[in-house]
């Protein structure tokens, strides 16, 4: 992994914190797919 490829630890906690509440990563990775199509669709 380079440098420019480091974790940002809040993205890390936010991921840790909704694997607690019970996601699952393909549901936290639909999620923010979502929201970024939405986001470029309404920009």
Do not use: C, F, H
């Amino acid at each position: 992994m380079s440098k420019e490829q480091l974790l940002d630890p809040e993205w890390v906690n936010l991921i840790i914190k909704a694997k607690q509440l019970g996601l699952s990563m393909d549901e936290i990775r639909s999620y923010l797919e979502t929201q970024s199509t939405t986001k470029k669709v309404t920009s």
